[in-house]
């Protein structure tokens, strides 16, 4: 395993908080993974071979000790292109409308750039959510404009115009007019 791959584990173990089972499989994939030694260092190596996870605190030490051990930037900024990504490619209304959520919480911690895609979800109806998902011609009209915000922050993202550099925080390097989502919203709904 190279350090990017360990990171990479690292953090989407932090990302996807499941249950106890998690942590014991990641002490399993410690255990397993002796190269996290040269990788990370003796002192972080030890640390996590010697740390009870079956202690109710485990997973909090575990994710303080990650936190401490890896730079999130990079990693943040691969996992919102896979999601804008997937709802591109992805046809579940389901799945997709889940991603919409999954965008909005991420809108509301701080990646303002996601403002079209969040306000667009959060003002559709539980109930207008649920004829979204029965009705195909429905939901593919609702997720037309979607997708080409969708299509439009991927090119800033992968250009780097839009550069997350921590969690929840980042460089935007676009142009001001292309930061409608920020100064003209009204454009971008139409209005």
């Known amino acids: 395993m190279d350090q990017i791959t360990g990171q990479r584990y690292l953090y989407y ?3 996807d908080k499941k249950d106890e089972h998690s942590i014991l499989t990641f002490e399993q994939w410690v255990y397993e993974h002796d190269e996290l030694e040269e990788i990370f260092g003796e002192k972080e190596y030890f640390e996590l071979i010697s740390r009870n996870y079956k202690d ?3 997973f909090d030490e575990t994710e303080k000790q990650i936190r401490r051990m890896i730079t999130f930037g990079p990693f943040e900024q691969e996992r919102i292109i ?3 990504d997937d ?7 389901t799945e997709q409308l889940e991603m919409l959520g999954t965008l909005y919480d991420e809108y509301c911690d701080g990646y303002n ?14 109930e207008y959510k649920e004829i979204l998902k029965r009705d195909h011609l429905k939901f593919q009209s609702y997720m ?19 550069l997350i550099d921590e969690e929840h925080e980042y ?8 930061r409608i989502e920020i100064h003209s919203i009204n454009v971008l709904l139409g209005n």
């Open 82 to 84: 896979l999601i804008l």
């Open 171 to 178: 460089y935007d390097y676009r142009a001001e007019k292309d």
């Open 113 to 126: 750039f996601l403002r079209y895609i969040a306000l667009t979800y959060i003002t559709t109806s539980d």
């Open 144 to 162: 037309d404009s979607i997708r080409k915000e969708a299509v439009r922050l991927l090119g800033f993202l992968r250009s780097k115009e839009i």
């Open 87 to 93: 709802l591109l490619t992805n046809g579940d209304a």
């Open 13 to 15: 173990f932090i990302k």
């Open 56 to 58: 109710k605190r485990a």
